[in-house]
């Protein structure tokens, strides 16, 4: 799965750079600069997804986002970011047009590739002149979350100025005036509260905040056809909220592809991925509050997002081994995301961008799901002097790095890429790679398998890392009958097994070795 910030990935179109007024000044990296949807679709249709071996894509929020600034601590800041609500039924103009995202979606299914919306329901946008607060009986704006228990995580806001949405209240609520006098000025009124009648009398919840924001998010899904969501912040939300949410995404996701036969990318129902911040997967299938454990994958979600990967420091046997039994242990059916830099973590394994490569073999070969963040297969910059907090790791994409194949710190950018691109193409082409069961092989060299049965499909994998570069025999007797003919993904040559062993000739220290597809 591929992850960028809509707007720092590629400027698709400039004529939807200002909207609303949002022309002043900005802290460092902290307003927009153009990234939208349709520089997405743009890289899409270039190869640049498939090159990498992607067959999902996650990006940030599109929704309309609140209009004006805001300084809480970290520099005036636009919602560039795409976290910050101002309307969940409309896209934001400065990432693009419904037919933008619809286009992106149809062109990502033509290439055989998913497409997750990064979805919020915790909270809207910050309080602004432009933009005022939501209603009380929405939401609260106090007390700051102490996280010392599950209360004190749940109910209470992130930071200041985070109006946090009563996601705990099944009370009824009538929708903002601000909401109805925008729908009015759009010509869409009587269209919006049409079927939110129609939803609530199909559903039968009461016309609680949480359940206007299901409604309006599981929309999206029967517009455009979107393969899953990344929900953000949730365990700052109770879990019956996750439970509504994936009922719903469920019958939204049959409706779509029952009204859209021939646009059906794979029989695969709705999926679903979830932060639960400092999830990590050695806890299991619990998060703990301290006073209440909590078992998300009992409530709607397939994977979670696993915080562990990016600071571990153990040798490569020691996670890939731990990760397989516990993915097919405890974790049975579910799975986590695992990754090593990201949009909001202030510890990515490898922040100077020094071991670029090492980087994208841990996460690539890892057991699980792999999260590329944009610009990891680039060695885009993390450390961005001038800037305040997590907008260090959000600048714009390196493509100007990429096309003069700039050097530093002993590499060159677009070795790096090709590197991600063969373990990527690789992790793609075998479902064993990430889904498999792991087993060392030799631990010197450092050899292993990777092996996946499914009914009546299977595959299977060796890896050979660490190796001597020219001439290499690999030992895999116990894995393929002589005769078989493999692929070393890496250097791209033909290998035909025999005698019990794979002889494989490269200038390389790595091998991937699988069936030919």
Request: hydrophobic fraction near 30%; glycine fraction near 8%.
């Amino acid at each position: 799965m591929y992850f960028m910030l809509t707007d720092r990935f590629n400027n698709g179109s400039k004529k939807n750079d200002v909207n609303f007024g949002r022309t002043k000044p900005s802290a460092t990296l902290r307003g927009f600069m153009g990234g939208d949807i349709l520089g997405i679709t743009q890289k899409i249709e270039d190869g640049y997804f498939t090159n990498l071996g992607i067959t999902a894509i996650w990006f940030t929020p599109v929704v309309e986002q609140v209009h004006d600034q805001t300084d809480e601590g970290t520099g005036a800041t636009y919602a560039y970011h795409g976290y910050w609500t101002k309307d969940w039924t409309s896209l934001d103009p400065n990432f693009g047009t419904d037919k933008e995202l619809a286009d992106l979606v149809a062109v990502a299914h033509q290439r055989g590739i998913r497409v997750v919306l990064d979805v919020v329901i915790n909270h809207t946008g910050p309080v602004t002149p432009d933009d005022p607060q939501w209603p009380d009986a929405w939401v609260r704006t106090g007390p700051k979350c102490a996280y010392k228990d599950y209360v004190t995580t749940t109910a209470c806001t992130l930071v200041k100025n985070l109006p946090d949405i009563r996601t705990e209240s099944n009370e009824p609520v009538d929708l903002p005036q601000a909401l109805l006098d925008k729908w009015k000025k759009e010509g869409r009124l009587q269209k919006e509260l049409d079927e939110l009648d129609a939803f609530f009398k199909r559903t039968g919840y009461p016309r609680a905040p949480k359940y206007y924001i299901i409604k309006w998010l599981t929309d999206m899904i029967r517009k455009y056809g979107v393969d899953g969501f990344r929900c953000d912040t949730v365990k700052h939300l109770e879990e019956d909220v996750w439970n509504d949410l994936r009922k719903e995404a469920d019958a939204a996701f049959f409706e779509w592809k029952k009204a859209n036969p021939t646009k059906i990318l794979d029989r695969n129902g709705f999926y679903m991925v979830g932060e639960v911040y400092n999830y990590n997967i050695t806890s299991g299938r619990n998060f703990d509050f301290g006073d209440k454990k909590v078992d998300y994958y009992n409530h709607g979600f397939h994977s979670l997002i696993n915080f562990d990967l990016k600071g571990n420091k153990d040798d490569l046997e020691t996670i890939f081994s731990k990760y397989s039994n516990i993915l097919h242990g405890e974790l049975k059916d579910h799975s986590v995301l695992n990754y090593v830099s990201s949009h909001d973590d202030d510890k990515p394994y490898d922040d100077a961008r020094v071991k670029p490569l090492e980087a994208g073999t841990r996460l690539l070969l890892c057991p699980g799901t792999s999260q590329v963040y944009y610009g990891d297969e680039t060695a885009r910059s993390l450390i961005v002097p001038g800037t305040n907090g997590d907008a260090t790791l959000r600048s714009f994409m390196n493509w100007d790095e990429l096309s003069s194949n700039t050097s530093r710190s002993g590499y060159h950018v677009k070795d790096v890429l090709e590197h991600w691109q063969k373990l990527g193409q690789f992790r793609r082409d075998h479902a064993s790679v990430g889904a498999g069961k792991h087993t060392m092989l030799s631990q010197k060299p450092y050899i292993f398998k990777r092996e996946y049965q499914q009914g009546s499909f299977s595959n299977v994998v060796v890896v050979g890392l660490g190796l001597q570069a020219g001439g290499k025999i690999i030992e895999v007797g116990s894995v393929y009958q002589d005769g078989t003919q493999l692929r070393d993904y890496y250097s791209g040559q033909t290998v035909t097994v025999k005698q019990g062993k794979a002889s494989v000739k490269s200038p390389y220290d790595i091998v991937l070795l699988g069936k030919m597809n």
